[in-house]
């Protein structure tokens, strides 16, 4: 028996999985994708406590510090979750508690007849487009901070926003010259086919389709109280709870409170 099973790898998960396991709990994380969320996608962060530099390498350190305290990280998808128990690649995983922290993946670009590729991760693609010319779609703070990591490959890099640009001025101000900013800007098929490749940052949604919808809202995200969600013993952190800031710190933070309140509630069973 787990005291407690996380679903999910990303900074809300590990931080959580370093809290339980420091207070004693046998603590296992299951994650069917990369370890660290989308943490390895992103080029540059700045804006984390402490820490500078790409994604991939505050995730490797998220997961060191997470074995080297005790809890196990596993490969698996989780297909389903009740109270007391998960399924995981089709075997049953009992525990004491379940905290769902899957985060959320990229908003999909819903533009019919786009021929050129699209991709929506720099780092994992940028490198790809030497010397060619593409297009950003978002306006956002990771369409600005990914675009200039593009910048240092394409010749071209043309943000398009369809409403104004809601980025930090600082990041906006950072931009190389090989980068130009369209506001307010039409985009369509034959646009987005006059480049040779588009990236696109527009939000995201939440990891949630396997959970039961009387657990969700209307926009998918994870109704909770106190981290505690309408299953007994099940809880979520992170990106995938309604109503929270989707920044590293602040799923960091929430995997944190989360592990504290989990602590408690099995302290008093």
Not at 20 to 29: F, P, T, Y
Not at 72 to 77: A, D
Not at 136 to 142: A, D, F, I
């Given at each position: 028996?787990?005291?407690?099973?996380?679903v999910?790898a990303?900074p809300?998960?590990?931080?959580?999985?370093?809290?339980?396991?420091?207070?004693?709990?046998?603590?296992?994380?299951?994650?069917k994708?990369?370890?660290?969320?989308t943490?390895?996608?992103?080029?540059?962060?700045?804006?984390?406590?402490?820490?500078?530099?790409?994604?991939?390498?505050?995730?490797?350190?998220?997961?060191?510090?997470?074995?080297?305290?005790?809890?196990?990280?596993?490969?698996?998808?989780?297909?389903?979750?009740?109270?007391?128990?998960?399924?995981?690649?089709?075997?049953?995983?009992?525990?004491?508690?379940?905290?769902?922290?899957?985060?959320?993946?990229?908003?999909?670009?819903?533009?019919?007849?786009?021929?050129?590729?699209?991709?929506?991760?720099?780092?994992?693609?940028?490198?790809?487009?030497?010397?060619?010319?593409?297009?950003?779609?978002?306006?956002?703070?990771?369409?600005?901070?990914?675009?200039?990591?593009?910048?240092?490959?394409?010749?071209?890099?043309?943000?398009?926003?369809?409403?104004?640009?809601?980025?930090?001025?600082?990041?906006?101000?950072?931009?190389?010259?090989?980068?130009?900013?369209?506001?307010?800007?039409?985009?369509?098929?034959?646009?987005?086919?006059?480049?040779?490749?588009v990236?696109?940052?527009?939000?995201?949604?939440?990891?949630?389709?396997?959970?039961?919808?009387?657990?969700?809202?209307?926009?998918?995200?994870?109704?909770?109280?106190?981290?505690?969600?309408?299953?007994?013993?099940?809880?979520?952190?992170?990106?995938?709870?309604?109503?929270?800031?989707?920044?590293?710190?602040?799923?960091?933070?929430d995997?944190?409170?989360?592990?504290?309140?989990?602590?408690?509630?099995?302290?008093?069973?």
């Amino acid at each position: 028996m787990i005291d407690l099973a996380i679903v999910g790898a990303g900074p809300a998960a590990l931080s959580a999985a370093i809290y339980a396991a420091r207070a004693g709990l046998k603590v296992q994380v299951f994650e069917k994708g990369n370890i660290g969320g989308t943490l390895p996608e992103i080029a540059r962060i700045e804006n984390y406590p402490g820490f500078i530099g790409g994604g991939s390498e505050l995730a490797e350190k998220f997961k060191a510090q997470t074995i080297e305290l005790g809890a196990e990280i596993s490969y698996g998808e989780c297909t389903k979750v009740e109270s007391g128990s998960l399924i995981i690649d089709d075997e049953k995983v009992e525990a004491r508690a379940i905290l769902i922290a899957t985060g959320s993946a990229p908003k999909k670009l819903d533009i019919e007849g786009v021929t050129v590729p699209v991709s929506y991760c720099a780092i994992c693609d940028g490198a790809l487009y030497k010397g060619k010319r593409v297009a950003v779609v978002g306006g956002g703070n990771s369409a600005i901070q990914e675009s200039a990591y593009l910048a240092e490959f394409a010749s071209e890099v043309v943000i398009l926003s369809r409403s104004s640009v809601k980025a930090n001025q600082s990041s906006v101000e950072k931009l190389g010259s090989n980068v130009t900013v369209k506001e307010n800007a039409e985009i369509n098929a034959e646009v987005l086919n006059q480049f040779d490749g588009v990236f696109v940052f527009i939000g995201k949604v939440p990891a949630t389709d396997f959970l039961p919808a009387e657990l969700l809202d209307e926009k998918g995200f994870i109704k909770t109280e106190n981290y505690q969600t309408a299953l007994p013993g099940v809880f979520a952190a992170g990106d995938v709870r309604a109503d929270t800031i989707k920044q590293v710190v602040t799923a960091a933070a929430d995997g944190a409170a989360a592990a504290l309140r989990i602590i408690d509630v099995l302290g008093q069973k």
